[in-house]
């Protein structure tokens, strides 16, 4: 089975966001976002990618999906060709919630001010609290 997550970073005008299939579980996803994705090109380059099956900690270039090179990013626009897997841009937190809750994502991770977030996302989006996001770092119990 795998954990869904909804990876998203806030701007001027709303929000940048990607789905993630595989290991979306603060220890997955949320430590690899920490371990390598704080450099803000290298988090444009992860966004440019659209949709993943599984974040890596090397964006990489294109390879096989079925049988993926360690360590890099799989996406499915780049590597297994599929249309309409590119970033979406979202207008509010409640629209990122949303779009998480339709994608059955259980975490959602956002980039404020160049600091990652976590929340679990709730089964309906007019239940999710942006108090509820924390600090990625905080949650997996590091001090950075």
């Given at each position: 089975m795998s954990?869904?997550?909804?990876?998203?970073?806030?701007?001027?005008?709303?929000?940048?966001?990607?789905?993630?299939?595989w290991d979306g579980y603060p220890k997955g996803v949320g430590q690899t976002l920490l371990d390598h994705y704080?450099?803000?090109?290298?988090?444009?380059?992860l966004f440019q990618l659209g949709s993943l099956s599984r974040l890596s900690?090397?964006?990489?270039?294109?390879?096989?999906?079925?049988?993926?090179?360690?360590?890099?990013?799989?996406?499915?626009?780049?590597?297994?060709?599929?249309?309409?897997?590119?970033?979406?841009?979202?207008?509010?937190?409640?629209?990122?919630?949303?779009?998480?809750?339709?994608?059955?994502?259980?975490?959602?991770?956002?980039m404020i001010d160049g600091v990652w977030h976590v929340s679990g996302v709730p089964n309906k989006a007019y239940m999710f609290d942006s108090n509820n996001l924390h600090p990625l770092a905080k949650v997996l119990g590091e001090k950075r």
């Open positions: 954990t869904r997550s909804y990876v998203c970073r806030k701007g001027h005008d709303g929000f940048d966001a990607i789905y993630v299939h704080t450099d803000s090109d290298k988090i444009e380059e900690p090397e964006i990489g270039e294109k390879h096989s999906f079925s049988n993926p090179t360690d360590n890099f990013c799989v996406a499915y626009g780049r590597d297994r060709g599929e249309p309409d897997t590119e970033m979406k841009r979202l207008q509010t937190m409640r629209d990122v919630a949303s779009y998480a809750c339709g994608s059955w994502c259980e975490y959602l991770y956002v």
